[in-house]
């Protein structure tokens, strides 16, 4: 549940059939690997009592980790906790496949899932509640994990037997038969890459726990006690085995080996599964006794404090603050007010709902290097009251982006009014002016002079003028531009959606001015189809994307209604035949009543030469542009 908070919502790997193909994976992988297991334990000897246990021993802790670790990650998909302790038990069955799959091609390869075992656990232990590793605790990780690897190849290219059988061929990397290489090799992967891991991530657990407050040790517990558990083991296993074995051996080393194996890899599988179902388990009925405890709080006279100042004092930083993720990408405060981006040194913490969707964000100092439970401990604290805040915040960005519209709707009506009344000022009052001073001296001719022939010249010019007129104020109005868009098309699309009645989201790239002869036409193109689409597609949603470019403006409008719409409505042709362009509408086909897919009205118009560039200064935005206004 914590990482960078990316500018989009994604989809997490956590979905049903996902966990349901892994389990019939696990479940499959693991009757094969059982069923092979007793079959070829002993390469063809009679089973023991020291075989049985460890049969037992190891598909136990195989099968506790496998349930554990879909059982995590279907409870917290967003977290790889679960879905890393299932790969590295699924790891571990394939490698027992391998181990006791006679005669198989594939044998050899399956051996090497045994690389990935070490590393695997280690990322859950070290990772531990969250699933993510520091970078440098991460470059520790693969850099022991391919050391490891490599010491394996080495010697396995001078591991050729002398003698291999047909059931259980060398390995295809065998290439010598040099055993001192692998005598030299053997004590120096247990030691380097086997024994000094263990010791480091003992000693680093160690000092996490101590590291955590006293009210948070019990969360963490578990998940050390097991780490620890594994790391002493695989220490006794691996410096027992390369310095005391020969030691030992006259005075019982079988039995000393099958104590390591009892305590190192045999049971490593299912210790951490146990440590990870417990503390998951400890950290839940924490976080519902948490938000039980809040609804006593709301209940009382005490003032509850904000999601913000909860989180700084969970992390122990004073400058923590909460970021509520906006409908339209980009990120407001508690009151709807856009935030700017992070600035140098902050760290954004990714907070999801239970759907896996980011809700919010917390705003931390990078350099107080924050533990890993810590920080997961404070979005438990701040999930549980942000969904209320995030959506009064979502409330007031609406009611904020509304007002803006209204504003800038009033300013370009003042605006068109006052170009129209200079325009009638200088144009049509000047004629009607002109008209009446026509009209004035005809008269006093006709007063003068009862010549007809004059009089007759006299009405038809007034009868000229009066035309003129008539067709400058028919003129005016036919070329008048809509006050709306004044301030361009992008102002205009985004004044459509928010007086929408249904719930309308635009995506606006670039703008035209409204002196562009496309800007009219692709306003009432779009006017048009919202209207169609709030009549006929009894639809929840509609998107308006735009993208303008030098030579074409791409424009979509789509509904989530019944759809069933086969040809373009008359309306929308004649005015799409208006300017040179073409237009293309989808729907589904089927049932007359439509399948329910909603409807695409695909529009491309192509510009002029001497059309206006590309203006983008109109769209700006710290995220991807996609701004989601209802009418409310």
């Given amino acids: ?264 890899s045999y049971s490593m599988f299912g210790a951490v599964g146990l440590g990870v179902l417990i503390g998951a388990s400890r950290r839940n009925r924490a976080v519902a006794a948490g938000r039980r405890r809040l609804v006593v709080d709301l209940r009382s006279a005490t003032p509850m404090v904000s999601p913000s100042a909860a989180a700084a004092t969970c992390l122990g930083d004073p400058t923590a603050q909460v970021r509520y993720a906006g409908a339209d990408g980009r990120w407001i405060d508690d009151s709807g007010m856009d935030m700017p981006g992070l600035l140098p040194g902050r760290e954004l913490l990714a907070v999801r709902d239970e759907d896996g969707e980011i809700i919010a964000g917390l705003d931390v100092d990078r350099s107080l290097s924050l533990p890993p439970l810590l920080t997961d401990l404070a979005i438990s604290t701040v999930q549980a009251r942000t969904i209320n805040e995030r959506a009064v915040a979502l409330a007031d960005a609406r009611r904020t982006q509304v007002t803006r519209a209204a504003r800038a709707l009033v300013e370009a009506a003042d605006r068109g009014r006052i170009d129209l009344e200079r325009d009638l000022h200088d144009g049509a009052q000047q004629m009607l002016v002109g008209i009446a001073l026509t009209a004035g001296l005809s008269a006093r001719r006709d007063v003068v002079e009862q010549n007809g022939g004059v009089r007759a010249a ?106 069933g719409v086969h040809q373009v409505p008359a309306g929308l042709a004649r005015r799409v035949d208006g300017f040179s362009g073409t237009i293309v509408v989808s729907g589904p086909s089927g049932t007359r009543s439509g399948t329910g897919t909603g409807t695409t009205i695909s529009i491309t118009a192509h510009r002029s030469a001497s059309a206006a560039p590309v203006t983008a200064g109109l769209v700006t935005a710290p995220l991807p542009v996609e701004s989601a206004v209802g009418s409310g």
């Fill in 458 to 563: 006299a009405v038809t010019a007034l009868v000229d003028q009066l035309r003129l007129t008539s067709a400058e104020i028919l003129s005016l109005i036919d070329s008048a531009t809509p006050p709306i868009l004044s301030a361009g098309l992008t102002n205009a699309i985004r004044s459509l959606a928010a007086t929408c009645p249904i719930d309308t989201s635009s995506s606006v790239v670039g703008d035209l001015p409204a002196g562009d002869p496309l800007c009219l036409d692709l306003y009432l193109v779009t006017g048009e189809a919202l209207t169609n689409a709030v009549k006929h597609s009894a639809g929840g949603h509609v998107w308006i994307d735009l993208n303008i470019s030098e030579l074409t403006v791409e424009l979509e409008i789509r509904d989530d209604g019944r759809g």
């Fill in 1 to 264: 549940m914590i990482g960078k908070a990316p500018p989009t919502s994604r989809r997490i790997p956590g979905s049903r059939p996902v966990i349901l193909t892994a389990a019939v994976a696990g479940l499959l992988a693991g009757v094969a690997g059982l069923v092979l297991t007793c079959s070829n334990w002993g390469r063809g000897a009679e089973f023991t009592t020291k075989d049985l246990v460890l049969i037992i021993l190891r598909w136990s802790s195989i099968g506790l980790a496998l349930g554990v670790g879909l059982w995590r990650w279907g409870r917290a998909p967003a977290n790889p906790t679960g879905r890393l302790l299932y790969a590295a038990a699924l790891c571990d069955c394939l490698w027992m496949i391998g181990w006791n799959w006679p005669g198989s091609a594939w044998a050899n390869e399956l051996l090497w899932f045994m690389a990935f075992e070490s590393p695997l656990l280690a990322t859950v232990v070290l990772g531990w509640p969250t699933g993510r590793l520091r970078p440098r605790v991460r470059r520790l990780v693969v850099f022991f994990g391919v050391g490891d690897a490599l010491i394996v190849l080495v010697g396995s290219v001078f591991n050729r037997s002398a003698a291999p059988s047909v059931a259980w061929p060398d390995a295809p990397e065998a290439l010598f038969s040099v055993p001192g290489v692998r005598h030299l090799l053997d004590p120096l992967q247990a030691l380097l890459f086997d024994s000094l891991p263990a010791a480091i991530v003992l000693i680093v657990l160690i000092r996490r726990r101590r590291a955590v407050p006293l009210g948070m040790r019990p969360l963490i517990t578990p998940i050390v006690v097991a780490g620890g558990f594994v790391c002493l083991a695989l220490l006794i296993q691996d410096l027992g085995i390369q310095l005391f074995a020969a030691v030992l051996a006259p005075q019982g080393g079988n039995t000393w080996l099958l104590t390591g194996a009892l305590f190192g």
